[in-house]
């Protein structure tokens, strides 16, 4: 059970309880995390909740495309967009989510989606257009992070309209629509809000199966609308 109480579902179709699937091969999923937020900072502090955010990722492997603070149902939460290797080395996977973190919980909407057969084909026409030179760039969130997958312009989201089928344009859109209509559960919205912890930040999660829901003694009510 999670403190989501309803969203649209248009397009999904129920696969486990909090999983769904579409036909694209996209993966929605909805968490609540019963402990403390493991995240480097507070919502109010942005530079260092980036910074934080792009290391702890880099450091497990992966990539942080971006990290944007906003509301869902009008609650402080972050969103992430994150880039990891396939486990047998052919493609990547790319994960977006929004956590709304609270003092001693969390409630997570996430959607995934990998390559298929075909990879690199986006990144071999925006590297072709705009040069090698002004292919690659330091992390925006800090010259210092290093590691991972790296940080390059074809993941940005000006060219999402030229590429539609790509995952990350699926994944990015899929949340942009989605996120809007998520209902919380007004006992989860109504706790105390997040402060920063000591510890780092969590690496990504794996990206072939959805995270597991831990187990929650609150009791809270999910209901979804599909179509």
């Given at each position: 059970?999670?403190?989501?109480?309803?969203?649209?579902?248009?397009g999904?179709?129920?696969?486990?309880?909090?999983?769904?699937?579409?036909?694209?091969?996209?993966?929605?999923?909805?968490?609540?995390?019963?402990?403390?937020?493991?995240?480097?900072?507070?919502?109010?502090?942005?530079?260092?909740?980036?910074?934080?955010?792009?290391?702890?990722?880099?450091?497990?492997g992966?990539?942080?495309?971006?990290?944007v603070?906003?509301?869902?149902?009008?609650?402080?939460?972050?969103?992430?967009?994150?880039?990891?290797?396939?486990?047998?080395?052919?493609?990547?996977?790319?994960?977006?989510?929004?956590?709304?973190?609270?003092?001693?919980c969390?409630?997570?909407?996430?959607?995934?989606a990998?390559?298929g057969?075909?990879?690199?084909?986006?990144?071999a026409?925006?590297?072709d257009?705009?040069?090698?030179e002004?292919?690659?760039?330091p992390?925006?969130?800090?010259?210092?992070?290093?590691?991972?997958l790296?940080h390059h312009?074809?993941?940005?989201?000006?060219w999402?309209?030229?590429?539609?089928?790509?995952?990350?344009?699926q994944?990015?859109?899929?949340?942009?629509?989605?996120?809007p209509?998520?209902?919380?559960?007004?006992?989860?919205?109504?706790?105390?809000?997040?402060?920063?912890?000591?510890?780092?930040?969590?690496?990504?999660?794996?990206?072939?199966?959805?995270?597991?829901?831990?187990?929650?003694?609150?009791?809270?009510?999910?209901?979804?609308?599909?179509a």
């Open positions: 059970m999670t403190p989501i109480t309803s969203m649209d579902l248009t999904f179709t129920e696969r486990e309880p909090g999983v769904w699937t579409d036909e694209r091969g996209l993966v929605l999923s909805v968490h609540f995390f019963d402990l403390v937020p493991d995240l480097p900072a507070p919502l109010d502090q942005p530079d260092r909740l980036r910074h934080g955010l792009a290391r702890s990722v880099a450091r497990a992966a990539g942080l495309i971006e990290a603070l906003g509301e869902v149902d009008s609650v402080p939460a972050v969103r992430q967009l994150v880039k990891v290797r396939r486990p047998d080395g052919h493609g990547q996977v790319f994960l977006g989510s929004w956590t709304v973190p609270k003092a001693g969390s409630a997570v909407v996430k959607v995934q990998g390559e057969p075909m990879t690199g084909l986006r990144e026409v925006v590297l257009r705009v040069g090698p002004r292919y690659f760039t992390h925006p969130y800090g010259a210092d992070i290093a590691g991972g790296p312009v074809a993941d940005g989201e000006e999402d309209a030229q590429f539609p089928d790509h995952p990350l344009t994944v990015r859109t899929a949340l942009a629509r989605i996120a209509t998520v209902v919380l559960h007004d006992g989860f919205a109504s706790l105390p809000p997040f402060a920063a912890s000591a510890a780092a930040a969590a690496p990504p999660a794996e990206p072939e199966e959805p995270a597991a829901e831990p187990r929650a003694p609150r009791r809270w009510f999910r209901r979804g609308r599909s």
